[in-house]
């Protein structure tokens, strides 16, 4: 979402720019009839770049301005969440069955890094304010930190595994705000991205869907179905 317009994946196999001050549709992005499983933009002074990861690997990006075609990009295996660093300069990938946190340039489109420290599948990845710290969490159940000169963690927070487990993470707009989701138990858990300190986790078993935090990093906005 930039300050104008939003990106969701439309009913058929196209991406779908809306544009917020009129509520209309702006744009629709050919994905050559492939259904997103994750989309991303970046948040920059040029528009930035809008990203789409698919289950077969590719990641596909737009120009975020003229909406026009950019690069393919292959993630090497279905693709379960994408983000952008704070200055638009990285992309970073989070894939299942080869289990990886995949990072590139944004701006080449040359891939930087393959991490492989978690042993199954990758459902959240983000970048720490100082756009080289990476953060993932797992159905491994471990929620872990990485330097992108090193790419070996400097930091790994354990968690109750459990084999339908399927997390994701939340950033607040300081980049040291983090929320790990529990989409199967409902849990949520709230760390200081620098220090790795964490609260009291909280429950609700029946918020199970979408999760996002105030830019202050005081409040934490939870869909609950039915209620």
Same mark, same amino acid.
């Not at 549709?25 to 990861?53: F, I, P």
């Not at 737009?62 to 090497?76: E, H, K, P, S, V």
């Not at 279905?78 to 990938?93: C, H, Q, T, W």
């Not at 990072?103 to 459902?123: C, D, E, S």
């Given at each position: 979402?930039?300050?104008?317009?939003?990106?969701?994946?439309?009913?058929?196999?196209?991406?779908?720019?809306?544009? %917020?001050?009129?509520?209309?549709?702006?744009? +629709?992005?050919?994905?050559? @009839?492939?259904?997103?499983?994750?989309?991303?933009?970046?948040?920059?002074?040029?528009?930035?770049?809008?990203?789409?990861?698919?289950?077969?690997?590719?990641? *596909?990006?737009?120009?975020?301005?003229?909406? @026009?075609?950019?690069?393919?990009?292959?993630?090497?295996?279905?693709?379960?969440?994408?983000?952008?660093?704070?200055?638009?300069?990285? %992309?970073?990938?989070?894939?299942?069955?080869?289990?990886?946190?995949?990072?590139?340039?944004?701006?080449?489109?040359? *891939?930087?890094?393959?991490?492989?420290?978690? !042993?199954?599948?990758?459902?959240?990845?983000?970048?720490?304010?100082?756009?080289?710290?990476?953060?993932?969490?797992? +159905?491994?159940?471990?929620?872990?930190?990485?330097?992108?000169?090193?790419? +070996?963690?400097?930091?790994?927070?354990?968690?109750?595994?459990?084999?339908? *487990?399927?997390?994701?993470?939340?950033?607040?707009?300081?980049?040291?705000?983090?929320?790990?989701?529990?989409?199967?138990?409902?849990?949520?858990?709230?760390?200081?991205?620098?220090?790795?300190?964490?609260?009291?986790?909280?429950?609700?078993?029946?918020?199970?869907?979408?999760?996002?935090?105030?830019?202050?990093? *005081? !409040?934490?906005?939870? !869909?609950?179905?039915?209620?």
């Amino acid at each position: 979402v930039t300050g104008h317009q939003s990106v969701a994946d439309g009913p058929d196999p196209t991406l779908c720019i809306w544009d %917020l001050t009129t509520g209309e549709l702006h744009h +629709e992005l050919d994905t050559r @009839a492939k259904t997103a499983t994750t989309v991303a933009w970046s948040n920059d002074d040029n528009a930035g770049l809008v990203a789409a990861g698919f289950d077969d690997g590719m990641l *596909r990006l737009w120009d975020g301005a003229t909406f @026009a075609q950019r690069d393919w990009l292959n993630a090497g295996g279905p693709i379960r969440i994408l983000g952008f660093s704070a200055d638009g300069e990285k %992309l970073v990938a989070g894939t299942a069955r080869n289990n990886a946190v995949v990072v590139w340039n944004a701006r080449t489109a040359k *891939r930087a890094n393959v991490i492989k420290g978690h !042993f199954r599948a990758v459902t959240g990845a983000g970048f720490a304010a100082d756009n080289q710290t990476v953060w993932s969490c797992s +159905e491994d159940g471990f929620l872990k930190t990485w330097k992108l000169s090193q790419c +070996e963690p400097f930091r790994r927070l354990d968690g109750p595994a459990t084999s339908n *487990r399927s997390d994701y993470l939340v950033f607040g707009a300081d980049g040291q705000s983090l929320w790990r989701f529990d989409h199967w138990k409902g849990d949520r858990t709230y760390w200081n991205a620098n220090t790795g300190d964490s609260l009291p986790t909280f429950s609700d078993a029946e918020s199970k869907t979408s999760t996002a935090m105030s830019d202050n990093g *005081r !409040f934490l906005a939870v !869909f609950k179905p039915g209620g």
